[in-house]
């Protein structure tokens, strides 16, 4: 039987692209997302791939929503794509409580939430895959981003740390920081802000979520198995690390 990967806000974007990639690479896939159903909905009809609602900022949710996974499919998970995200911009010095939890939460906490679940038997089987999805301005810091450059750098080292306790359990854990990828999040960008933006990436275009997903699909094959605690840019040269 093939392995099972389970996707993070997967029916949209990135995690979309890494969902579908991964079917086509022989995986049993199921996907999560929050609420857009008309996303799902779709999803699920081009796809086939199970898309299963819940908040990945909720511990008791996620622990709920993994153990229905892995009953429906009758397997552990193996590979976990934490990829779910949002960001809630504003100038610190104007930031809401809200604005800093919900990010921080959704976006940090969730990886908590997600990989405490999954961890155990993969460790207990002696294989696993955890690849968690950060961003380049984790890497780099962007104003009116303090909130979600402060999640995505914990992912990073959460990926550090959490490789070193899991590599002689043969679970891999790496991080992925993509630039400026065309999705939804980024096309929420003002136009003028977003022509500023592609000015600044060598490659001179947006990135593309495939090109994400070809990351992603090698850091869960087995070729993969000498990899762990890394970040992987991609960003069209736009900040070398
Ligand atoms: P999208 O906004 O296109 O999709 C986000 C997905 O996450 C959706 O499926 C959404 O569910 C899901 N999601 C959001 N909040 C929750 C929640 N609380 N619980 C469960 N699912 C949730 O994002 P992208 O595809 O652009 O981004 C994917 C990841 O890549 C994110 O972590 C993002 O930070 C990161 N990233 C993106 C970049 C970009 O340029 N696009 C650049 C760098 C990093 P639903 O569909 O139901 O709303």
Excluded at 212 to 219: E, P
Aim: charged letters at 15%; proline letters at 3%.
């Amino acid at each position: 039987m093939s392995r099972l990967a389970l996707v993070t806000g997967g029916v949209r974007g990135i995690g979309s692209a890494i969902a579908r990639a991964l079917q086509a690479d022989g995986y049993r896939v199921a996907v999560t997302y929050h609420g857009n159903e008309t996303a799902a909905d779709n999803f699920r009809k081009e796809t086939g791939i199970s898309a299963y609602k819940w908040d990945v900022a909720d511990y008791e949710a996620c622990a709920q929503g993994v153990a229905k996974v892995v009953g429906d499919f009758g397997a552990p998970v193996e590979i976990l794509v934490n990829n779910a995200g949002i960001t809630n911009d504003c100038m610190f010095h104007k930031m809401a409580p809200e604005q800093w939890r919900s990010v921080i939460d959704t976006d940090l906490v969730s990886c908590f939430n997600m990989t405490r679940g999954v961890i155990g038997p993969m460790r207990d089987a002696n294989f696993g895959r955890v690849i968690n999805i950060a961003s380049i301005n984790a890497q780099k810091g962007q104003a009116g981003q303090v909130n979600y450059c402060a999640a995505k750098s914990g992912i990073i080292g959460f990926t550090k740390a959490l490789a070193l306790e899991s590599a002689s359990r043969g679970i891999t854990v790496n991080a992925v920081a993509p630039g400026y990828i065309a999705t939804d999040m980024v096309a929420a960008v003002p136009p003028e802000v977003l022509a500023k933006i592609v000015a600044q990436i060598p490659v001179g275009r947006l990135g593309h979520a495939e090109e994400i997903a070809g990351l992603v699909r090698y850091l869960a094959s087995d070729g993969a198995a000498f990899v762990t605690g890394a970040t992987f840019t991609a960003n069209g040269g736009q900040y070398l690390t």
